[in-house]
Nanobody, 124 residues
């Protein structure tokens, strides 16, 4: 049974930082690209960041570039999202996803597995 479990969300003031974790089980972590997406109330799920199977390449939405960093730890089967200089517009539920194909990492529909999400709230 495949499971992705996010943690690390919470309430933070603007300008603060959070580190999200997504721990996986039941899948071969090293053969999946991993991504983070977020969804605010009334909005569609949007791409935040992704990292390739090897970890050699990462991709970011323009809105988070320079502030967020995605990384992965193969020993822990975990992907992280370090979020710095947070803004109120970053408020959303953050979901991690696992994608086997390695293509279209910007498109949430291409992902095979999802976690339940973790709430991030940034106050002004």
């Amino acid at each position: 049974q495949v499971q992705l479990v996010e943690s690390g969300g919470g309430l933070v003031q603007a300008g603060g930082s959070l580190r999200l974790s997504c721990t996986t089980s039941g899948l071969t972590f090293s053969i999946y690209a991993m991504g983070w997406f977020r969804q605010a109330p009334g909005k569609e799920r949007e791409f935040v960041a992704a990292i390739t199977r090897s970890g050699s390449d990462s991709y970011y939405a323009d809105s988070v570039k320079g502030r967020f960093t995605i990384s992965r730890d193969y020993a822990k089967n975990t992907v992280y999202l370090q979020m710095n200089s947070l803004k109120p517009e970053d408020t959303a539920v953050y979901h991690c996803g696992a994608q086997w194909s390695g293509s279209y990492v910007y498109n949430w529909r291409s992902y095979n597995y999802w976690g339940q999400g973790t709430q991030v709230t940034v106050s002004s």
